[in-house]
Every structure is written in structure tokens, then in C-alpha cells.
């Protein structure tokens, strides 16, 4: 049985809420604006009561609403399947598992909360929302998600790959979507770049600012942010609780749980039920897998810094490169935030979880690998764990273990064979930031 | 539950084979070279035995050999899903029930016969196949098999969608195939086009010829094909074999079936299974659907015809618009092919299934509003079967009637995004194919 599929009944009607068990609390976020801890009044220009709640709970299960598991039952529960071919072809004797969260909508795990998000702003009047995407993952979920639920959005989308990705923006489209190259004229922040620069490529950061300038200064729109937040991780943990149960079902249980990591939400929300576990003593370890040319955990520092270019965000303390932070042009595969969710942050500087980074010619070797044996295309985000995956069974093989492996396959790559083509064409070179340029980086951070 | 998944052990382990049970016996192909019908040993330039025996058996049920079963474990059993959010949006009380075969590799139904195929040849010790594809979701299918298999493969790919759909090409790359733009210098029958018109975008019944006559030429290499044949036909009735089971743990049973039609293995794979049920007195209606610019059913002539533009297949008995039929520019949801399966030819003519054409603003309306409540974007081809569906669905609904509605959904559409693009630019026109043109090509028929 090489595919474990759940029935309908098992899909979580509750979110795990890793805060209720954190050994040391976390660092609250700061208001750019008063320089305190931002309150529940602040958060409510950008967003409804109930997600301000979740940002700020520690309750430890989180009901999750009929509507939002109406919508999810579209494409939840999500297999969980093992990688017999992949593990026939790499040589190795480590069991690997992965949970696949491609066959959503969107093609990926954000729906998980787009859905919910949309819906606490619809049930508090908000038929509006805004938010910002790279590549263009997060704006296709939310632009599923609004529709589903009857509701506008607008998405700022980086100029670069707005221009480099046309059928992203053909599939927002799709769900009625408003799409905006960032930076635009629309907003403070996007027409103070162009005129510095009126070919900028923008950035992520940048979008975000647009974005959230925009749902701050319209009573009908509210912003949506697609990763990072308590809220964000919270609502995926439906990932990691799933595939609990479906361990559960083959008698089987992880040593070992990869998952790329970029604004964390992936790689929270398959861990964080995990984790759980392993705080009530289990052995378990989880590793968020990072590219190399964007390491912030294994390469960044812990500090309070800014969300966004425009300084519009609260200040978190999280793992960061500083907020004006770019990786380079080279870098193919996803993953480019210059920070990472608090929750993981607070983690990995805890030592609960651990992290590695990868270059991208292993992320490509790996993910084509993957491809070719288990059939599925791989976003080159999710490739990222199956390199991490990938390495860890070959150094098993080496050590003479056997052991459980899973990851995370938070994605399909239909939308990103240029990625691929650009790597079979030979023009993806590895690259490490150099130390140097991060300490540079960093020097920006803000006093808190 | 709104969703049917089915254990693995229920993945057919036999092809259901209906020219077992036809009333009337089928009128056999002819040889474009003899004049006489096709015999084995002409076949073998193209074919391995085993294909050739199930082209022409008569055998009820054929044993699904267990390598192939374990690559379609891969993907299959593939889940039948109740469209409820959809039959929400049309406001209708019957049932729609649609196969979803989008989740294979290559992300339609065509792998089913792929894997088969290559296998078969693989074990006669060839190592290489050609083929053609138009779109690309058969090349598509033949790569990930023959990379399955470790197999080679080449792909001649007709033109205009060459240059069209580079990523349909950089899919076909990743899973190591050749991808030739035809027509190509590599053939006569390519030379012959280039040098009456250099700039010829190319058609499918040509890039069959080019595939064909390096099979023909080449000691090493056999040729595939992802339709029309009897053999492509069984190994496409896994899908509606599987369906049965699936409504029989529902339950219930579909009053009617619709499948897009193009040169018939999609309409073939869902239907036969039922149609066998049918000719044993079972009250079931299947209905293939076609495109109103390529009517090959509904206004094609069953008639002996070639099956490529050089004249080098065996002439089949089929319904058929003319070997030189090309539909308009302006369509674009697929489904081009002048010709029909001979099965499905001849079950048509026999008045045991039926048929329809639709245009393709309804293609598009109902498939755009399928995937805005289904969150499925779905391959244009399969799109004409939602648009069928539907409007099958509204008629009950005026004559007060609730039934239950069966559909093919037998790919997903994110390397079309270009089609949906046009649609929303406006730049799609619904197109009739004269009555005058079609007897104008049909004038070329042979005479056998």
C-alpha cells in the first residue's frame, strides 16, 4: 500500500495552536509606529477580530469553522504517499513518505488559509481583500479562496515575475482576481519606487507594503498575508495532523520530518502536531530545509526587524537577513523572504527544531529525480525537502540505518517549468551568501 | 461524501475488451499499400505482438500485466467526485458525477494506455518509440512512460503548438523525450510539407506521418499512438471499470454519461464498461462530445479513410470529416483529429451510444464556472464534457426531472492557460464547420 488515503471524516475540524505548550514564551511583536507591543485596536485596520484573536491565542485547539472544512473537503484530506520508486532509485533502504499537498486548487498548501482567512473577513462584512505574491503560490490561493466565498481581491504581484510568469496571472484571472504589477501607481509606497526607479522589478517586501498600505487606508478591504503570522501556521496545521492520523492507520511514525521553509507556514504546518509530540517526550526531529542563496535560519540572527520594505508591518522577533535583504537573480527556487515565522524562529532558537540550507543544483538533481520516478512535477520550493529527504536516506544508507522518513510535498511546479528549463539549459549556478553582505544586511534592523 | 476513493486492491487488473460482446462484427482496417485487410505480419514494422493481438482479439477480458499495474498504481485508483458546489451554481437537483483523471503524471487519462504500450514493446526488446502530439498531452504521457519504463522517446510535435506551449515541451524534456517541432527535416513526409512551405505550422495528421514512417524505417524503434486504435480503446476502459465500482459503493448509477471526443480512448475509457452493462439491458445512455468546428460524429461520413495526411496508417472504417480536414485557427479546445475510433464509430452508427457537438463559448462559460466552485481548471478537451453535462442537468431541471449525471473529467488545464486567456481577451469565436466544406473534404476519401 503505497498511497494512505483518509476518509472525508478524518479531516481536522481543529487547528493546533503550538503557543498553549511553547516551554518559553514568545516575543511580541512591536508596532513600527508606537514602538510597544501592537494591540488588538492597531491589528484592526488590517484585520478581522477572530484572526487577531488566533495571532495572539495560546488556547490549544482552535475550532475551525462548517464553511472553511465546507471548502477544504474539495481536496482534504491530502494522501500521504510513500516514495517506493524514488527510494528504488536513489538506493536506499530509509523508508520515504511524503504528504502531498499539490491536488488543492491553487495547487499547493495555502488555500489551507486563504479559505479560513476569507471567511473571517466575509462573517465581519469584508467582501474586499488585498495581498502581495512572488511567485505566485499565495495569490492563487487567496484568489480561489475569495471566490469560493464570494468576495474581491486584489493581488500585487512582483513586476518580475508578473512579466516572467504570465499563466499565474492567467490563473487568478480565472477566479476573478485583480492582478497589479508591484510596484504600481496605486499606492504611496509602489509610486515612491518608481520614481527612483520607474524599471523596477520590485520585490517581495515591496508588495507586501503596497498591500497592506492599500487594506490600511479603505474601511471595505482588508490585507491577507500568505505566510509568517501565528494565524498562518496555526490554520496548516491541518497538514501535520492529517498525516498523524495516517501514520497512525500504516503503523508507522517519522524519525525524521523535512520541510522547506521560506515564510514557514509549510514547514509549520506539517511539523508543528510533530512537535507536539516530541515536547511530550517522543523522538522526532523536524529540519526546515532553506535554499542556500536565502538562508535565514542557519545564516540570519534573531532579532526584532520590519516585515516589509515600507516599514508598515509590526516588528517581529524572528530569524532575518534585514528587511531589504534581496537574494540573487541565479536564485531559482522560490523561498526569497528575508525573515521567517516567529513561532519557528522561537523554535529553532530554542532548539526544538533544526534547519539546513541546500544549494540549487541539488534542489533541481533531486526534484527531476523525483519527478522521474513518482511521476509528480515538483514545485522548486517542495523540491527543496526532497533534496533534504533525498540526502538524509543516502546518509542513512551509509551509517547502515534504516529509518522513517517524511516531507512535505507542498506543491506541484506546472507553473514553474522555466525554472526547470533554466536549469537543463545550464544557466543555474549554486550560490552562497557571502557572510559579508548578511552582516551588511543586518546593520538596518530597528532599534527595539 | 462528496468524494469516492477506492482502495488500491480495487484498480482493475483486467481491460474490458467490447469486441467481445458486439452485436454486429466491425469492418476490419485496410492496408494503404495492398488494398486487403491488415494482416499481422504488416503490423510488426510498427508494433509489438501483444498490441496487435489486442487489436484484433475478441477476447472478453484481457490480464493487465503486473508491471504496468504497478506504474499506474502511481496514480490510480483515481477518485469519482460528486460536483456539488457546482450543481449548487446551476441551480439544479440532478446529481453531476465526474471521474477525475487530471492526477495522473502527465495529468490526463493518457498515461493508461502509455504505460501499456511501452511496456508491450519494452519486453520485445525495443528500446525506442516515436510519436506525435498536438497539444501535447499524449507526447506528454508517452515521456513519463517510456522514462517509467527506461525506455527512449521521440515526439514529433506539430508546430504551431510547439511554439505555442513551451511548457508542455519543458514537461516532455524533464522526463528525458526529444521534442521535434514538425514538420522536421528527419522524414520525407516532412521534407516533402518544408519544401511546398517552409513556414508550414504543421498538423497532427502530418506529425502522425513523420512518427509512422520513422517506426517504419527504423529497426529499433516502434510507434505509439494515444488514440483511436482498438488497443489504445481497452486500455482506457480501467477508467469507467473503475467508476462502476465506485458507484456501486454509493449506490447509485448514472442515468447519463458524457465524455469529450476526439479520436475517442477518453469517450471509450468511461463508457464501454457501462455500454457493456447496456447491451445487457441495463437503461444507461452514453453521449460523446465534440467540438461544433471539428463535428466528426455529428456530421463526418462513416466511411474507410486514412488516418494521416501521407497516406501511410491503414485505412480505417470510422466516422470521418477527410484525411485533409483542418478546423479553424479560431478553435481552441483541442480535439482536432479528422477521424473517430473505429469502436466508437461503429457503436455510434449502430445507435448504441450518442452524440452531441457544442461551441465553445459554452465550452469555456461551463468550464470556467466548474472550476470557479469545483476549484478543478479543467483541460479544454474535458471542458466540452462539463459543458454537455450541464446543460444536461438544466434541461432536467425545466422538465422537473432529477437524474443522475456521469462525466469524464480527463485532464486538467494549466498548460492551456492560453486558451482561457483568449477567452477572457475576447478573441474566441464560436464556429460552425460548413456543411459545404465537410462534403468538399470529404470528396478525398479512398476507395476501398
Given at each position: 500500500?503505497?498511497?494512505?488515503?483518509?476518509?472525508?471524516?478524518?479531516?481536522?475540524?481543529?487547528?493546533?495552536?503550538?503557543?498553549?505548550?511553547?516551554?518559553?514564551?514568545?516575543?511580541?511583536?512591536?508596532?513600527?509606529?508606537?514602538?510597544?507591543?501592537?494591540?488588538?485596536?492597531?491589528?484592526?485596520a488590517?484585520?478581522?477580530?477572530?484572526?487577531i484573536?488566533?495571532?495572539?491565542?495560546?488556547?490549544?485547539?482552535?475550532?475551525i469553522?462548517?464553511?472553511?472544512?465546507?471548502?477544504?473537503?474539495?481536496?482534504?484530506?491530502?494522501?500521504?504517499?510513500?516514495?517506493?520508486?524514488?527510494?528504488?532509485?536513489?538506493?536506499?533502504?530509509?523508508?520515504?513518505?511524503?504528504?502531498?499537498?499539490?491536488?488543492?486548487?491553487?495547487?499547493?498548501?495555502?488555500p489551507?488559509?486563504a479559505?479560513?482567512q476569507?471567511?473571517?473577513?466575509?462573517?465581519?462584512?469584508?467582501?474586499?481583500?488585498?495581498?502581495?505574491?512572488?511567485?505566485g503560490?499565495?495569490?492563487?490561493a487567496?484568489?480561489?479562496?475569495?471566490?469560493?466565498?464570494?468576495?474581491?481581491?486584489?493581488?500585487?504581484?512582483?513586476?518580475?515575475?508578473?512579466?516572467q510568469?504570465?499563466?499565474?496571472?492567467?490563473?487568478?484571472?480565472?477566479?476573478?482576481a485583480?492582478?497589479i504589477?508591484?510596484?504600481?501607481e496605486?499606492?504611496?509606497?509602489?509610486?515612491e519606487?518608481?520614481?527612483?526607479?520607474?524599471?523596477s522589478?520590485?520585490?517581495?517586501?515591496?508588495?507586501?507594503s503596497?498591500a497592506?498600505?492599500?487594506?490600511?487606508g479603505?474601511?471595505?478591504?482588508?490585507?491577507?498575508?500568505?505566510?509568517?503570522?501565528?494565524?498562518?501556521?496555526?490554520?496548516?496545521?491541518?497538514?501535520?495532523?492529517?498525516?498523524?492520523?495516517q501514520?497512525?492507520?500504516?503503523?508507522?511514525y517519522?524519525?525524521?520530518?523535512?520541510?522547506s521553509?521560506?515564510?514557514?507556514?509549510?514547514?509549520?504546518g506539517i511539523?508543528?502536531?510533530?512537535?507536539?509530540?516530541?515536547?511530550e517526550?517522543k523522538?522526532?526531529?523536524?529540519?526546515?530545509?532553506?535554499?542556500?542563496?536565502?538562508?535565514?535560519?542557519?545564516?540570519?540572527?534573531?532579532?526584532?526587524?520590519?516585515?516589509?520594505?515600507?516599514?508598515?508591518?509590526?516588528?517581529?522577533?524572528?530569524?532575518?537577513?534585514?528587511?531589504?535583504?534581496?537574494?540573487?537573480?541565479?536564485?531559482a527556487?522560490?523561498?526569497?523572504?528575508?525573515?521567517?515565522s516567529?513561532?519557528?524562529?522561537?523554535?529553532y532558537?530554542?532548539?526544538?527544531?533544526?534547519?539546513?540550507?541546500?544549494?540549487?543544483?541539488?534542489?533541481?538533481?533531486?526534484?527531476?529525480?523525483?519527478?522521474?520516478?513518482?511521476?509528480?512535477?515538483?514545485?522548486?520550493?517542495?523540491?527543496?525537502?526532497?533534496?533534504?529527504?533525498?540526502?538524509?536516506?543516502?546518509?542513512?544508507?551509509?551509517?547502515g540505518?534504516?529509518?522513517?522518513?517524511?516531507?512535505?510535498?507542498?506543491g506541484?511546479?506546472?507553473?514553474?517549468?522555466?525554472?526547470?528549463?533554466?536549469?537543463?539549459?545550464?544557466?543555474?549556478?549554486?550560490?552562497?551568501?557571502?557572510?559579508?553582505?548578511?552582516?551588511?544586511?543586518?546593520?538596518?534592523?530597528?532599534?527595539?
Amino acid at each position: 500500500m503505497s498511497k494512505v488515503f483518509l476518509d472525508e471524516k478524518y479531516i481536522p475540524d481543529r487547528w493546533y495552536n503550538i503557543l498553549a505548550d511553547l516551554p518559553m514564551p514568545m516575543d511580541p511583536p512591536i508596532s513600527p509606529f508606537t514602538g510597544k507591543p501592537v494591540t488588538f485596536d492597531e491589528m484592526k485596520a488590517l484585520f478581522p477580530p477572530q484572526l487577531i484573536e488566533q495571532e495572539m491565542s495560546t488556547q490549544r485547539w482552535i475550532d475551525i469553522p462548517e464553511k472553511v472544512m465546507e471548502v477544504m473537503r474539495l481536496w482534504r484530506p491530502t494522501p500521504l504517499i510513500r516514495a517506493e520508486r524514488f527510494e528504488k532509485a536513489l538506493g536506499v533502504k530509509s523508508k520515504i513518505y511524503f504528504k502531498y499537498e499539490g491536488t488543492s486548487p491553487a495547487g499547493s498548501h495555502k488555500p489551507n488559509t486563504a479559505v479560513a482567512q476569507a471567511y473571517y473577513n466575509k462573517i465581519n462584512g469584508i467582501n474586499r481583500l488585498t495581498t502581495e505574491t512572488g511567485a505566485g503560490q499565495w495569490g492563487s490561493a487567496l484568489s480561489v479562496a475569495c471566490k469560493m466565498l464570494e468576495m474581491q481581491c486584489r493581488v500585487f504581484m512582483v513586476k518580475v515575475s508578473f512579466n516572467q510568469k504570465p499563466y499565474r496571472k492567467s490563473f487568478m484571472r480565472m477566479f476573478d482576481a485583480e492582478v497589479i504589477p508591484s510596484p504600481s501607481e496605486f499606492t504611496n509606497a509602489g509610486r515612491e519606487i518608481l520614481k527612483q526607479n520607474p524599471e523596477s522589478n520590485g520585490s517581495l517586501g515591496l508588495a507586501i507594503s503596497e498591500a497592506v498600505e492599500e487594506a490600511a487606508g479603505r474601511d471595505d478591504t482588508n490585507y491577507a498575508l500568505g505566510s509568517v503570522l501565528n494565524h498562518v501556521v496555526l490554520h496548516q496545521t491541518v497538514i501535520g495532523l492529517e498525516t498523524k492520523k495516517q501514520f497512525e492507520l500504516i503503523n508507522d511514525y517519522p524519525d525524521k520530518i523535512f520541510a522547506s521553509c521560506g515564510g514557514g507556514s509549510n514547514f509549520g504546518g506539517i511539523a508543528i502536531p510533530f512537535i507536539k509530540d516530541k515536547l511530550e517526550g517522543k523522538d522526532v526531529e523536524a529540519i526546515a530545509v532553506e535554499p542556500a542563496s536565502c538562508p535565514t535560519l542557519t545564516k540570519g540572527r534573531f532579532a526584532y526587524d520590519y516585515g516589509d520594505v515600507a516599514k508598515l508591518t509590526p516588528i517581529m522577533k524572528m530569524y532575518t537577513l534585514g528587511h531589504d535583504f534581496e537574494p540573487p537573480a541565479i536564485h531559482a527556487g522560490g523561498l526569497r523572504y528575508h525573515g521567517e515565522s516567529p513561532i519557528v524562529s522561537h523554535l529553532y532558537h530554542e532548539g526544538i527544531i533544526d534547519a539546513q540550507n541546500v544549494h540549487q543544483s541539488d534542489i533541481f538533481k533531486y526534484g527531476i529525480m523525483f519527478a522521474q520516478t513518482e511521476g509528480i512535477v515538483p514545485a522548486p520550493e517542495s523540491a527543496h525537502a526532497i533534496a533534504a529527504a533525498a540526502m538524509e536516506a543516502e546518509n542513512n544508507m551509509e551509517e547502515g540505518k534504516e529509518k522513517s522518513i517524511l516531507f512535505c510535498l507542498s506543491g506541484h511546479g506546472f507553473f514553474d517549468m522555466s525554472a526547470y528549463d533554466a536549469y537543463f539549459d545550464g544557466k543555474l549556478e549554486d550560490y552562497e551568501y557571502p557572510e559579508e553582505a548578511i552582516r551588511k544586511s543586518l546593520e538596518n534592523l530597528p532599534n527595539v
